[in-house]
């Protein structure tokens, strides 16, 4: 289990009442000193309030501190909305005794209903003096809304001859295809580091990582990822990619992100498999990753996914109407290290069986050769199970 | 119930053992004389045999004869699969007495297995001296799959002073979200027309038909729309846009094959509602498409649909990823006559009660306004069950 301890940061969850229910549901990270910040939010053209004030509030390259709040999205609630995302932060500010720009606000949960105050006053001041060290697990708790586990991961590098320590909390079941970050994560780490370098190695991060997950199509009004440094770990400034220990740091972002991604995709609603579709030898990496994508959100592909059916012919007829170019007697489809399909054609009874053996394992890799260029994409997904639709024909009620 | 009558069509069904138990599962469409036709095919890049041989022989617009297959889809199926499809025509243009290339053949199944000559040696015989004029429901049950009722739709129309019968049989539950066409859909009629106006008769019916329905977002192998012309109306021949009575054609081919696109979306695997989305107020056409394109194909938004939960804030995360220009404080929402959202705003507890008792209904509109131009669009869809994940991860079991 990891601790989440790292230089400079501390957290804290309590029960706000905002689920209404006797859960977690308010959490705090908080920076001893001002931290510097970078993040990437949903590209989905409906914005919740907490993000457009966090796209705000980034412009400067530091905060110190983030409340999160699950239950309710503060989605699609207009300027109440706005005003009662200013104000919460600005509760925290006051009794964390700093100025309100350096406090972000981060909600996840139903869309369209506004916050209710009276729960941030009442539980704010308790919040605040409750940061503790070793919260963090707590706090990845607090944050939970479908998901049936908290999502960490932790890592420990080296600069020069100091120790580096970074740390990552995340969220999210369901509403998962980011086309920028995913539902909500959080990174902590202890290096010290210009706001640039970190915005730019935190979007090549979730390029591969949190943009490469799939688990129903859909992309959220709430994605957030935050990273936040401390620089009390003592190493020389990261200030450019060029720097000595830069790409360590890089290489350790996006190893963290990657983690916490496969988490979110392994807890997917209903989930039960964690699937790779990785697609070779396409044309070039943007026909890779919309062949792979078109695969993994295909309900046909994920309910065989879930009735470990090795349907291949759905596989293929996804990569078909996915707008990317082939020949349809050239594809090669392996199921882990089983070739199911040469040429186009499907290898028989034997390959059948042993691709079916696969299936049943929690996590495989669905390969698509396309013999058609060079190029090659991942995407990250899950299958589509009975409990999906129960979970979220049942979400609101 | 339709009887499927028209002048000089006959139908017959019979079981022929390709689905290996005792259901009817091989169908014979047969004119007494060579028909005019029209066909558009599956856009999937992947394209089943069947489909392959129909578009090679559909391009003199003439045909007499077609077989189908319920079971086997005769997808990726190479060259053997190509040959079984010639051979399959054939076996029926020799009982038949007719040219091979006025048969074409047509398959529903799994993707990727062969099918089994020996079957159709036994059955074909049969199948070709059972012809009946009374026999088309019955070739509507032949061809069903994962459908639990059959599709027909009749017409009947005066062209100058004589009765014209349009009469149509199609199929489709899974793997819905046609590009060009839908799953299986013959239509047959007397009249007596040209075979270019046919053709562009049809794309146009499809387009506003097969080409606006999503179960899945899956577009099949083997989609078809064809259309066969005896003739034998009496009308004085249709051979332009502009031929007194072509209108009329044209509305009621339009209107058969927007009521068997809405049997097939209302019979969708596990479909309990049938959901119409309307997009208003769009800047084009294709951008009202997209954006309703996208809310029928959301997980989230069917599954909400399948709880009976007024969930609009999926509804506008959905158009929010579609990729369609709007502002988020001007959208309004209604179910039905209820106006849940002004303004991008919930309009409170009553308006979503009222909502609730909408999606009670088998079937209702949902109306998205963006008031941002001028431009329509409705795309038709269902929900999305449990009962739909069972069924695909079962299908092949």
Chains 1, 2 share one sequence.
Not at 84 to 90: D, G
């Amino acid at each position: 289990m990891n601790n989440l301890h790292v230089n400079g940061f501390r957290f804290s969850a309590v029960k706000a009442g905002i689920r209404g229910k006797d859960r977690l549901d308010l959490g705090l990270i908080y920076c001893e000193k001002e931290a510097v910040a970078a993040a990437v939010f949903t590209k989905n053209r409906v914005k919740a309030a907490p993000v457009l004030l966090g796209m705000e509030r980034l412009k400067n390259g530091r905060i110190q501190a983030v409340m999160i709040n699950a239950s309710i999205a503060n989605a699609c609630t207009g300027e109440e909305g706005m005003a009662n995302a200013r104000a919460a932060a600005k509760m925290a500010a006051d009794s964390l005794g700093i100025a309100e720009d350096l406090v972000l606000v981060s909600s996840t949960g139903v869309i369209g209903q506004q916050l209710d105050l009276a729960c941030f006053v009442k539980a704010v001041p308790g919040l605040v003096s409750a940061r503790d060290a070793d919260a963090g697990p707590k706090l990845a708790r607090a944050i939970m809304t479908t998901d049936t586990v908290e999502k960490t991961a932790q890592r420990l590098i080296r600069i020069g001859d100091v120790d580096v320590t970074v740390v990552g909390i995340a969220k999210g079941a369901g509403m998962i295809m980011p086309n920028m970050a995913t539902m909500l994560c959080f990174i902590m780490t202890d290096v010290e580091i210009s706001a640039d370098l970190l915005q730019e190695l935190l979007q090549k991060a979730v390029h591969k990582s949190f943009n490469r997950i799939s688990i129903d199509g859909d992309s959220s009004t709430n994605d957030t990822a935050l990273v936040m440094a401390s620089g009390m770990a003592g190493n020389a400034c990261l200030d450019s990619a060029a720097a000595p220990g830069a790409a360590v740091f890089e290489k350790c972002l996006a190893d963290l992100c990657l983690d916490l991604a496969l988490q979110i995709v392994a807890d997917g609603e209903g989930a039960s498999k964690l699937v790779t579709i990785k697609v070779e030898g396409a044309r070039s990496e943007e026909e890779a990753d919309a062949a792979a994508r078109t695969i993994a959100n295909s309900p046909l592909v994920k309910t065989a996914f879930f009735g470990q059916d090795a349907n291949w012919g759905r596989i293929i007829a996804a990569l078909g109407r996915s707008g990317v170019d082939f020949a349809q007697n050239r594809v090669d489809i392996f199921f882990d290290q089983v070739k199911m399909v040469q040429d186009g054609l499907g290898l028989g009874i034997q390959a059948e069986q042993e691709a079916t053996l696969v299936l049943r394992k929690k996590a495989f890799t669905v390969l698509v050769d396309l013999k058609n260029g060079a190029a090659s994409g991942e995407i990250y997904t899950c299958d589509f199970s009975i409990d999906y639709v129960k979970i979220n024909a049942d979400y609101r009620s």
